[in-house]
């Protein structure tokens, strides 16, 4: 599990905390289901709408619209399992069944900048898998590694650490060390990104709510 996704975790657990849930529409496939503080406060809320074949999460957390199964709810509950700090959230695979959420095209493919952002952790551990890939196919002694590692860290980590991904990424394609300018080759291949705080949260949302609105059901019975 990723730092993010265990940190979304302790928010999320703390921000749903005492919502309650009201059942809107209830109608085979087609719901409306509103989730919000017991004390009324907007903080926080969502809702989970879906109609035949698509579920969208609406709230303050963002707006996702997910496609699959006539019945979606069904969809989400095949990922049900126990999971340390809340339900389990099979991010990448739900990721894939996006039709739209609120954010612009990211660099790394169909996923939206709501659901992933260039992450400066995993650019920087990206960058010391080729340094170390490097070193091994070019058999450096250890003056050689330090000089590298420490040119990498001042023309690259460094950079990224007080930039963005556009000035990152023109760090590494700049970078030469004793006249070798491939020491990151298709470097532009490798994704840097991670799954955002907001989609993590309204996937732990859709996950959480499902098993409130199944244990209602339970009661009922």
Not at 152 to 171: H, R, T
Request: proline content about 2%.
């Amino acid at each position: 599990m990723s730092a993010i996704e265990t940190q979304a975790r302790k928010l999320f657990a703390r921000d749903i905390a005492t919502h309650r849930m009201q059942i809107i529409r209830d109608d085979g496939a087609y719901r409306h289901i509103h989730f919000r503080q017991q004390d009324g406060c907007s903080s926080d809320w969502f809702d989970l709408v879906t109609w035949p074949g698509v579920l969208c999460i609406n709230g303050d957390h963002g707006t996702f619209v997910f496609a699959r199964l006539t019945d979606m709810f069904e969809f989400f509950r095949t990922d049900r399992r126990d999971e340390p700090g809340g339900p389990y959230i099979n991010l990448g695979y739900w990721s894939e069944k996006l039709l739209a959420s609120d954010g612009q095209g990211g660099r790394c493919g169909r996923s939206g900048d709501s659901v992933e952002e260039w992450s400066v952790e995993v650019f920087a551990a990206r960058i010391n898998d080729h340094v170390a890939d490097y070193i091994e196919s070019k058999g450096l002694d250890e003056e050689q590694q330090a000089d590298l590692r420490e040119q990498v860290q001042d023309e690259i980590l460094d950079v990224a650490e007080g930039s963005g991904e556009e000035c990152a990424m023109n760090a590494v394609y700049q970078f030469g060390f004793n006249g070798d300018g491939d020491v990151f080759p298709d470097f532009w291949e490798t994704c840097c990104r991670e799954y955002t705080h907001h989609f993590i949260w309204c996937c732990l949302a859709i996950a959480w709510g499902i098993q409130q609105y199944d244990e209602s059901k339970k009661e009922q019975s």
